[in-house]
């Protein structure tokens, strides 16, 4: 028997019981729908935080203090001395931008608007260094810095947050009790896989530590290297200079040194290993949905088993029959497979777990082919059942 | 045309069939089919030996349980004998595989079935040709067979129609029919007329008729002896035995053929 016959055969028999079929083929719509899709956010994911290391360059370098060292009772804290040294171009030549930062939680009101956030005391090159470009006005200047003034740039978020719109620049706000002069608002910034600074205040080190922290350590320093080639180079020069500073070798150091590309390479594995396991979720959805079309096809094996005999006793071997029961879970398999695909290109036009999804084609063509494999596979055992039936008895059947 | 003797059908020797002659259609060699053990055993076949030359109508008949639905079953090649020997066609099919068997039922047996047996959701058309797509007919030629067929039976303008739309009458003539296409050796007819009432059982009586006049061999089981009465040969089952094999006339009457008799069967 030709397969075109088995497939109009096949399409036939779906189309007498039209409403089970879509019922059965929604279980494999939803299984691959949810595998293409989650597999989408995950390089969705892996694609923002690509286009985050292109937007920030990769050559920055994130120095935090890490509390007591091995082996030793003493805190290794960062100091505005360390700051300065990494700054020093003899012992650091690889190293072009040091940018001290202390950061605390303050209460901020705008008239009878109040809310906390961080605050952030950092020079005027924190800007240019961590790329955060303004949206409105201008950020402070080092003579600002300098002159321990009372101004501050706002994130984007905590600007919303407190003037809803309004134009915040030139306004005065009330920092830990503290008046602040509104210099600008920065731009929003892709939260996707890391920190970002959007619901900060950002105001001169001086002042922050003046009015609100005291002149303690630093909780962080950021350091640009000359180059993303020197990246490495700028990360080791870091730790020596930070261990001279603090007279421990660089084996105690518990200062840690990182530099962005480690930062954004730890994330994407967070993030693709999430992504794995939300697919492995899906996955089981879609051997429900194949165990699904083997029940439907072994009731339909049950309801036809007269039909079947019909076709025995007119000459149809076992081979045409069970050919006929697979094709048309193949078919239901496969049609629920291609409108997965189609819900999935669907469904990524939004935003999902914070990411828009990137649908892959070799995740495409993954689900199809297990779509596929599963009318095989799940239509098998019906499709043979149907085959090993003794004519007489199938047609004994009523 | 004429019907054997049986007498002396059942007087052939064994071994292989006369070499003059096409062999019978039929031959059968004390088949036994027993279903259960002990003390539950049931002997459907017990011993039949039966044999039908080409051309012959042969009525078996038996009240239920005489074992003709199983003579039926295992003629028909849907079940296997437990022992004896069947040659069909002059092929032994006792000892063939189920490949095989679906082979010999699609190329040398038709079947008519009490219930019909159409296919529900297909047309009478397409009934008729699912013997041919099976035995892989060429489409052009399918059509031009099926079409034939029907008009044989006098259901041209029905072919488009599913078994749901047709009376038992023209649902059983479309059976009849779909036997006709493969242009089996035997036409093998089980209580054809069961469900039918006595127009329509006239209808495809004088169908078998037809079919048996342009040579067709033709079996019919049945329990109702004014069916039996078309026959040539009349052939009595109890208790798995055959206890009684008579000739007797033709049809008691011959209607008239809507379609020549010469084109039935013959030309497929």
Do not use: W
Not at chain 1, 232 to 258: G, P, R
């Amino acid at each position: 028997m030709n397969p075109l016959k088995t497939l109009v055969f096949a399409a036939r028999a779906i189309r007498a019981n039209l409403t089970r079929a879509c019922l059965t083929l929604l279980g494999v719509l939803i299984g691959v729908g949810s595998v293409i899709l989650l597999l989408g956010v995950g390089s969705g994911a892996t694609a923002a935080v690509a286009e985050q290391i292109q937007g920030l360059g990769s050559n920055t370098i994130t120095v935090s203090s890490g509390g007591m060292s091995r082996g030793s009772t003493r805190f290794q804290n960062l100091t505005l001395d360390i700051a300065e040294a990494l700054g020093d171009q003899d012992s650091a030549p690889d190293i072009a931008e040091v940018v001290p930062q202390v950061s605390t939680s303050a209460t901020v009101v705008v008239g009878s608007l109040t809310t906390s956030a961080t605050v952030i005391g950092t020079t005027a090159n924190y800007f240019a260094v961590t790329s955060s470009d303004l949206a409105q006005g201008t950020a402070f200047q080092q003579v600002d810095v300098d002159a321990a003034r009372s101004v501050c740039v706002l994130g984007a978020d905590l600007a919303e947050d407190l003037f809803e719109g309004a134009d915040p620049v030139g306004q005065t706000i009330n920092v830990g009790g503290t008046p602040f002069v509104v210099y600008g608002v920065m731009k929003a910034k892709d939260t996707t896989g890391g920190t970002s600074n959007n619901s900060s205040l950002v105001a001169p080190l001086s002042r922050v530590q003046r009015s609100l922290t005291g002149y303690g350590n630093l909780s962080t320093l950021t350091l640009q290297a000359t180059s993303t080639d020197t990246v490495d180079a700028a990360a080791a020069e870091a730790e020596s200079v930070i261990a001279t500073q603090l007279k421990v070798s660089t084996s105690e150091l518990s200062v840690s040194v990182t530099t962005q590309e480690q930062l954004l390479s730890a994330s994407t594995e967070v993030n693709s290993s999430l992504s794995a396991m939300l697919a492995a979720i899906a996955a089981i959805s879609l051997v429900v949905g194949g165990i699904g079309v083997m029940n439907i096809m072994l009731v339909t094996v049950s309801e036809r088993t007269r039909e079947i005999g019909i076709r025995k006793a007119l000459g149809a071997g076992q081979g045409v029959i069970s050919a006929q029961f697979v094709t048309e879970a193949t078919i239901l398999s496969t049609a629920g497979g291609l409108l997965g695909v189609a819900g999935a290109f669907g469904a990524s036009n939004f935003t999902i777990l914070g990411t828009k999804p990137v649908i892959t084609s070799g995740s495409v063509l993954l689900a199809l082919g297990v779509s596929v494999a599963i009318g095989i596979v799940f239509g098998g055992y019906p499709a043979i059942r149907a085959a090993a039936m003794k004519p007489v008895d199938a047609l004994r059947h009523e | 045309m004429t019907a054997s003797p049986p007498q002396e059908a059942q007087a052939a020797p064994a071994g292989p069939p006369p070499v003059i002659g096409p062999p019978p259609v039929i031959e059968t060699r004390d088949l036994y089919r027993i279903y259960g053990r002990g003390d539950s055993e049931v002997r459907a076949l017990d011993g039949a030996s039966l044999t039908v030359q080409p051309g012959e109508f042969v009525a078996i008949m038996g009240a239920s349980g005489s074992g003709k639905s199983t003579m039926m079953h295992i003629l028909g090649c849907l079940d296997t004998p437990d022992a004896g020997t069947y040659r069909l066609d002059g092929v032994d099919v006792s000892t063939m595989t189920g490949r095989e068997l679906s082979r010999v039922r699609n190329r040398k047996i038709g079947f008519v079935f009490q219930s019909f047996n159409l296919i529900p959701t297909m047309s009478a058309f397409e009934n008729v040709e699912l013997p041919m797509i099976y035995a892989g007919v060429a489409r052009r030629e399918r059509r031009q067979r099926a079409a034939l067929a029907l008009s044989m039976v006098g259901l041209t303008s029905r072919a488009k129609h599913r078994p749901g739309e047709m009376s038992g009458g023209q649902q059983q003539r479309v059976a009849v029919a779909r036997s006709l296409v493969n242009a089996p050796a035997l036409i093998l007819a089980d209580e054809p007329t069961g469900n039918l009432d006595s127009t329509a059982t006239a209808e495809v009586l004088d169908v078998f008729g037809q079919i048996n006049a342009a040579g067709r061999s033709v079996v019919l089981i049945t329990h109702e002896n004014d069916v039996a009465a078309h026959a040539h040969r009349v052939v009595r089952m109890r208790d798995g035995r055959i206890v009684s094999d008579t000739a007797q006339d033709g049809p008691s009457t011959i209607e008239l053929a809507p379609v020549p008799a010469t084109t039935l069967g013959g030309e497929l």
